[in-house]
């Protein structure tokens, strides 16, 4: 027997041994977990995943502790609720963060990316996927076989009585503050009501781009180029196959007030993250003068980055894709805004495959003067392939011409250049350094970014 297979043989001995040990488990703790071999079942389901080195490592009467105590956390759990427990245990260890709710994407990775916010290190990860049955209050009533994972509704709610839930049990630095234990709770019931509400919504807010997809298409704005209209109506299209993570959209109303532009949410079309209407302060949404002109300018899509972090996902700036409305006579008068963020394969797809980017592409070589078919060209369009696709989606086609060209320029000189962009917004600052392969070390690259850091 290998080593592999003796520690999964050490693995199930000491599971084995944990489901006999249920006598000395609190009184009612094991309520809805049914017979001894029922229990012996749901610790193999529980632990299923789990490195046997971080079982064996336990006693059977700790790894029965552990997955009871999870069980004691998801003894009540009404649904489209999530259950959360932040605990310190009183002797030494790591403190423990256990969750219950329905299962849907995105659930680890949103909340381990909370703990790392928080600065929690992470030591052991427990992510079973039951199946249970509870009642209309949400008491746990069975924690039952994978194979009803058929009669699961693919949303998490289930069909009939059962229910598709994720359990996690994460062990992190040990934190003897309640206080901070009670924080830690507050912000994973946020972030997790984040990600319920962006899964719960993302199918009405594809639909709403496919939509607006079609009314541009089919009754486009006055004054605006066929070639404008049709590559924004492929973008949203694009978007929608897989290409874009919907997690919030809404509209806004553009307004005068005084003199001044104001953007106003317009009440009740919120999905996802943006769902719930936020109260109005009497400021709210008025623009500075150089946004305004941005705001007002007839550009049918917006591509840029929003100044919040995302919750759901990965802790990256949310994406921001606004497509603006017009009246009759072609001024703008308000915008509809999708955040999120680009799929992996958006940023693996050429760019020759990809709406208003392709049309960049092909604009800036026009620019630069040279060929599509000469040794120049297909260089400069090798290096727009390989830029920065954040970057690409934001730059303007004069810079993108611009840094192209003198990317290329580079590319026989053993030097050091560094290209600098700010957002249109004004709220971000681009910085791309381009560098010969061989001077390129961690140590240079923590120099340059405490350079940057000191500067912006």
């Known amino acids: 027997m290998d080593r592999s297979s003796a520690l999964e ?3 199930d001995q000491v599971i084995e041994r944990a489901s006999h040990a249920s006598g000395r488990a609190p009184d009612g703790v094991t309520e809805g977990l049914g017979s001894a071999a029922e229990l012996g079942s749901f610790l193999r ?9 971080d079982v064996v490592s336990r ?5 029965l502790a552990i997955a009871l105590s999870h069980a004691d956390v998801a003894a009540h759990r009404p649904q489209g609720t999530a259950s959360i427990r932040v605990s310190t245990p009183e002797a030494q260890g790591h403190s423990i963060v256990q969750v219950v709710c329905d299962d849907m994407p995105f659930l680890v990775d949103s909340v381990t990316a909370e703990l790392s916010r928080h600065g929690r290190a992470i030591h052991l990860v427990v992510h079973p996927l039951l199946v249970v049955r509870r009642d209309v209050a949400g008491r746990l009533l069975a924690v039952c076989d994978a194979s009803s994972l058929a009669e699961a509704g693919s949303d998490g709610a289930g069909t009939g009585e059962w229910i598709a839930e994720s359990w996690m049990r994460i062990e992190i630095d040990r934190e003897p503050d309640s206080e901070a234990c009670a924080a830690l709770t507050a912000d994973l019931e946020r972030v997790l009501r984040d990600v319920r509400e962006a899964v719960e919504d993302w199918p009405k807010m594809r639909d709403l781009a496919l939509r607006i997809a079609d009314d541009v298409a089919s009754d486009p704005p006055a004054g605006l180029a066929d070639l ?3 590559e924004t109506t492929e973008l949203l299209r694009w978007l929608a196959d897989a290409h874009f ?4 959209c809404r509209e806004y109303a ?30 709210a949404g008025l623009l500075p003068p150089e946004v305004s002109e941005r705001a007002r300018e007839p550009q049918l899509v917006v591509i840029t980055k929003a100044n919040s972090r995302s919750t759901v996902h990965r802790p ?13 006579s072609g001024r703008v008068v308000g915008e509809r805004r999708f955040l999120g963020l680009f799929t992996s394969a958006a940023y693996n797809e050429s760019i020759q495959r990809i709406p208003v980017l392709r049309r960049k592409a092909a604009e800036a070589l026009s620019r630069s003067g040279f060929s599509a078919t000469s040794h120049s060209g297909k260089d400069l369009l090798q290096i727009l392939e390989t830029y920065p696709r954040d970057e690409l989606f934001q730059i303007s086609v004069d810079d993108l011409e611009q840094t192209g060209t003198s990317v290329l320029h580079l590319q026989e000189r053993r030097q050091l250049r560094l290209f600098l962009r700010r957002d249109d917004y004004g709220r971000f600052m681009s910085c791309m350094v381009y560098l010969p392969r061989d ?3 961690t140590q240079v690259r923590q120099v340059m970014e405490a350079i940057f850091f000191f500067y912006f």
């Open 245 to 248: 993570t919907f997690l919030g």
């Open 45 to 53: 389901r529980y632990y299923r995943h789990v490195p046997p080195e």
């Open 228 to 230: 404008e209209v049709s």
């Open 9 to 11: 043989h050490a693995k």
């Open 439 to 441: 001077r390129y070390t």
């Open 316 to 328: 990256a700036y949310l994406d921001y894709v606004g497509i603006k409305t017009f009246d009759t």
């Open 59 to 63: 006693s059977p009467d700790d790894v």
């Open 254 to 283: 553009l307004s005068s007030d005084g003199g001044q532009d104001r953007l106003v949410a317009v009440p009740g079309t919120g999905l996802g993250i943006l769902r719930a209407d936020q109260p109005q302060s009497s400021d």
